[in-house]
């Protein structure tokens, strides 16, 4: 597998904007917006994603809500299998299976169909933009995991290693940035 160089992470990096005070003040917001309108980072991303996951025999790639569903059904259709949304309570048309997790005041809830990996014993990638505190991606690999899945791995574009999100998931399975901020 090839590894991105260190000037293809800080062309990367290049094209994520900052948003200051956002969504609250002293908040520091990853936009990747900026990433995915820019087709020369957002094909070279997702060829690197590709490149990962083609021998590691995944059947099914998950996606976090909302910034999750752009990078997992993208890899998802390259690598020719299925993605399966991960989303917050209630917008789930079908019988759901739930997860609960801690927030900075209160708790939130994430869902999937029950049918989802229509059986057990897939072998599930879990991706998402960012791992911040590790909340909610502990959440979806618990949920990934009730379901009777193998999680194979949890894969994020961005890390906030400062926030230590990572110590929460990889209990439960490994991690693979893209990208990492001291």
């Known amino acids: 597998m090839k590894n991105l160089t260190n000037e293809q992470k800080e062309f990367l990096l290049s094209t994520i904007r900052d948003v200051p005070d956002f969504p609250k003040p002293g908040i520091v917001f990853k936009d990747i ?44 259709t390259r690598l020719g299998i299925g993605f399966v949304p991960v989303r917050k309570k209630g917008k789930l048309p079908y019988t759901t299976i739930s997860e609960k997790y801690a927030l900075e005041y209160g ?8 049918d989802a990996f229509r059986g057990e014993g897939k072998r599930v990638l879990l991706i998402d933009d960012l791992i911040a505190t590790g909340g909610t991606a502990q959440a979806a690999a618990k949920l990934i995991q009730k379901t009777g899945q193998e999680l194979v791995e949890a894969c994020f574009i961005i890390n906030l290693k400062f926030l230590n999100g990572e110590e929460k998931l990889k209990k439960l399975t490994n991690i693979y940035s893209v990208l990492e901020i001291a």
Do not use: C, P, Q, W
């Open 33 to 76: 917006t900026t990433l995915l309108n820019n087709a020369s980072a957002f094909t070279m991303l997702m060829e690197h994603l590709e490149e990962r996951y083609k021998e590691k025999n995944i059947d099914f790639v998950a996606g976090i809500e909302s910034r999750g569903f752009i990078f997992g059904a993208a890899l998802a």
């Open 107 to 114: 708790v939130d809830e994430i869902e999937i169909h029950i």
